[in-house]
């Protein structure tokens, strides 16, 4: 006889007070009092758990594995209903099963649903509702047959002078002992000069830590692949940022659905934002390659939704998943090596896009969720973005073409002149001319190109950042509409630039700084995305020219060179992401 295990456990409330329990349960009707793991219901009251964290995935479940059914199992004591609640990928509901219980004692209950049903969307939760008496429920559980694949698991984190809060996210790890148990090692790989204090984390002999040169997120999630799958051990591991605010059961979901998947497939978390916990990133993602644009929401995807509004109904699945949670199952890592080293950024995208290819989808798991620095307060205008275009264009040459990125690179830096962005026009260049230079260029694992490009800003004031207090008097001017006709738009704003016409100087809000309201003015003292402080902006006619120049030439080599270069890429992608390979960059001192 298959034995069950849990796909998923039930809790009430977030592991920490800053993040709101609408997420967890619903109060429909009377009085009920929560806690982590247990409900209280008074009379003639009603619960639900209809919420992100709430729901069992049971599309994906029902898509991905080959699981017939799943049992709700909850401990209860009192008396009332309980309801096995199901929806469908118009989020319509129906119960599916129920049962009353009437007991002074804790006794569990069971209620089972088909997984036959969702193929388009949908999930299933509990409902409980109580007439004259009071009932708690605890310990709520979803169990579904079948042994697993059996491979184990481990947790690998990549930190970077965050002790702090490196420390808090493996203590949170800690603290959920039933998590911690399912993993064979957590390792941390630390790539920073001030050493993260692990030791204090709480996680006893299953602490691996290793301390390598800064290699950038690429080398310490490949630092921790590599790590994980030595000695002859074969676990899911894990990759987990070390900024993030966990939820422990995300990691046991990723676990428990990976294991049974019909076939080996990345399963990846959904990114919730920290600064507004209750909304959704984007709920699975795919790359715009050839305008270099990443977490494109899918068709029909949610992106910056309220989750205590929307319910990730309809079934939607990503070309691939974020690294900030993300298993990666040890049939993947044979399958295909590690990563690519490109120090920051696509490497997780161009690793999920070569585990398609190979035959290994990316599932992003509903209702599996961390909370993630806010992507919408971040400023494009500092030195990752040379990272973005250059990696983004090499992630273009292994999976995708060219087609219109020549284009859209020209508009890219004509948007940047006019808008007196210099330093990012000369990281845009930067950019391209690394990537023409071919594999080369990710030689030394990233180290000299931050170097480069941290210095190449430095070289550029308007990357500044100043206190809003020291240019409070300068007036704000609120931007028009966007263009309905862009090119004419850039057209008028470039004759501008040439005659020397301009509506002086102004303050502009993050969210009015687009490129055809800031070129209006000679000096505009702009909010940074952050909001801690502004950036001010001067035009500078001379500069400007000599970098429209040098663009107009990296640009006409892109266009001459880009596929002799991919064609190179391609080539060296093999080597490039061997272990033994790896391995040089690891030992660097």
């Not at 080959?66 to 929806?87: E, H, K, N, W």
């Not at 100043?466 to 057209?491: F, W, Y």
Request: with cysteine; net charge neutral; aromatic share 8%.
């Amino acid at each position: 006889m298959i034995g069950e295990r849990t796909a998923q456990r039930t809790f009430f409330a977030p592991p920490r007070d800053r993040e709101p329990a609408e997420l967890y349960r619903e109060i429909v009707a009377g009085s009920a009092t929560a806690s982590r793991t247990a409900f209280a219901l008074e009379p003639h009251a009603r619960i639900s758990t209809n919420t992100y964290f709430g729901r069992f995935p049971a599309s994906h479940w029902q898509r991905w594995t080959d699981v017939p059914r799943v049992t709700l199992r909850v401990r209860t004591r009192g008396s009332g209903m309980i309801f096995l609640m199901a929806s469908d990928s118009l989020g319509r509901e129906r119960t599916v099963d129920s049962a009353r219980v009437h007991s002074a004692e804790s006794e569990y209950a069971e209620l089972t649903a088909e997984l036959n049903r969702f193929a388009d969307g949908g999930g299933l939760w509990l409902e409980a509702a109580t007439e004259n008496r009071r009932l708690r429920i605890d310990d709520v559980r979803w169990l579904v047959p079948g042994p697993g694949r059996g491979h184990g698991a481990v947790v690998a984190m990549c930190t970077h002078n965050r002790p702090d809060e490196c420390v808090a996210t493996l203590r949170t790890l800690a603290a959920d002992r039933e998590c911690l148990d399912a993993l064979d090692a957590v390792f941390v790989v630390d790539q920073g000069s001030d050493p993260a204090p692990v030791e204090r984390a709480g996680l006893g002999g299953k602490l691996r830590y290793v301390r390598q040169p800064n290699l950038g997120g690429a080398g310490g999630f490949a630092r921790g692949l590599s790590e994980a799958m030595t000695e002859g051990r074969r676990p899911h591991v894990v990759l987990m940022d070390d900024d993030i605010v966990l939820e422990p059961e995300t990691v046991l979901r990723l676990i428990a659905f990976a294991e049974l998947t019909v076939a080996p497939a990345i399963v990846g978390s959904q990114m919730l934002q920290l600064l507004h916990p209750h909304r959704l990133q984007v709920a699975a993602e795919y790359a715009d390659l050839p305008r270099l644009r990443a977490g494109r929401p899918v068709p029909g995807a949610f992106q910056d939704v309220d989750l205590r509004e929307h319910k990730l109904d309809l079934h939607v699945d990503g070309e691939y998943n974020a690294w900030w949670t993300c298993l990666v199952p040890p049939e993947v890592v044979e399958s295909i090596g590690l990563p690519l080293p490109m120090f920051f950024q696509w490497d997780d995208i161009e690793y999920g896009l070569r585990a398609r290819a190979a035959g290994h989808p990316s599932i992003t798991l509903a209702g599996a969720g961390v909370w993630h620095a806010d992507f919408w307060w971040k400023d494009w205008d500092d030195w990752p973005r040379y990272f973005s275009v250059r990696n983004g264009l090499i992630v273009a040459a292994l999976h995708g073409d060219f087609q219109g990125t020549a284009a859209f690179l020209a508009g890219e830096l004509a948007r940047y002149l006019v808008s007196m962005r210099y330093a990012l026009a000369a990281t845009l260049i930067l950019a391209i001319e690394d990537f023409l230079r071919g594999p080369e260029v990710l030689s030394d694992g990233g180290a000299q190109a931050v170097a480069a490009v941290r210095k190449l800003r430095l070289e550029h004031p308007e990357t500044q950042l100043r206190p809003v207090s020291s240019v409070a008097s300068t007036r704000t001017v609120r931007s028009g509409p966007e263009p309905s006709r862009p090119g004419l738009v850039m057209a008028k704003r470039i004759a501008w630039h040439l005659l020397g016409k301009s509506h002086g100087e102004a303050a502009v809000s993050a969210r009015d700084s687009e490129w055809w309201h800031v070129a209006l003015f000679d000096r505009a003292v702009v909010t940074d995305p952050s909001q801690e402080g502004v950036k001010i902006r001067h035009r500078d006619r001379a500069l400007a020219r000599k970098l429209a120049t040098e663009g107009a030439k990296v640009l006409l080599r892109f266009r001459k060179e880009a596929e002799q270069a991919a064609d190179q890429y391609r080539a060296a992608l093999p080597d490039m992401t061997a272990k033994d390979s790896w391995a040089q960059h690891f030992n660097k001192s």
